[in-house]
């Protein structure tokens, strides 16, 4: 194999040599899911912008899915209704806690790092539980504040 | 006459909804006030916290008036009471109280205040583990 390079190598040093040789197209075996339309109406999937990890937009145990499983990292689209994809700012949203429904599902609270907006979101039922967790337990492991608040008990 | 009293009736209303604004903790009202009154339980709250911090919520319950919109970045109409529903953690490890309005459920985010009532604080931020979707147990496992 090295010494096929080399000869190419070769080869080019006699012709153009600074000129790259261009890729020939390659055929891509995709899952259904990724079938390359990652945005309008049709989309199956999106890319998530934090873990690049490309979710498929149907999942168990929720509707309306808008957050990566893996990160939990969001996208910034939406303005005062979920869904209406009224929001210009498309910033990277990031799981800032979690809160509780009074049936006691939780709800992922997001917060976009570039204009600081906040939403909310149900968990889905392939959501990292580790990663949930963690978020969870961040309000406890922040030692001041929790400490202080259990002194003050 | 009868084209006056509804008239009458109007900036009437009118008037009472404006007092009620100020009495709740409207910011366009604040400016002169020291105190305003919870919606929830009525508490008289300073204006300015412990620590010259200026206050949103009561202290006491933790409710909160949604007068400031986020979506537009400006003064809301709303009015509406908000509960705190989560406690998040930025990264520099302080507590922050997000609101939602019950309304019309938009959300806010507070600094929280020494004084604030911290068996609410702790019961909030808890509660999420209190009610996990899935066995805490199996965490070692995953």
Known sequence: MGRRN???????????????????PKTVLRARGEQGRRSG?????????????????????????????????????DGRVPGDRAADCRGRMEAAGVSTRPDGE?????????CGELSANRVAGDDNARALVRIAVRPLSAAATARRALMLL | MSTTDPTTARTQQHSTRHRRTRNTGDPSGRAGRATFGCVLCG?????????????????SCLSSLHVHDQVEDG?????????????????????????????????????VATDDNPLVLMRIAVRPLAEPPFPLEMLGEV
Do not use: K, Y
């Open chain 1, 6 to 24: 080399s000869d190419r190598r070769g080869s080019d040093r006699n012709g153009r040599r600074d000129r790259r040789r261009q890729q020939r």
């Open chain 1, 41 to 77: 109406p049709a989309a199956e999937s999106f890319r998530c912008a934090h873990c690049r990890l490309d979710v498929p937009l149907r999942a168990l145990g929720t509707a309306h899915r808008n957050h990566c499983p893996h990160c939990l990292t969001s996208l910034h689209v």
């Open chain 1, 106 to 114: 939780w709800l992922i609270v997001h917060r976009c790092l570039s």
């Open chain 2, 43 to 59: 508490l008289s709250v300073s204006v300015l916290g412990p620590d010259g911090e200026p206050r949103d919520h009561c202290p």
């Open chain 2, 75 to 111: 003064v809301s109409d709303c009015d509406g009471r908000m509960t705190p529903i989560s406690v998040v953690v930025p990264r520099d490890g302080t507590w922050r109280l997000v609101h939602r309005c019950v309304r019309c459920d938009e959300l806010s985010e507070n600094s």
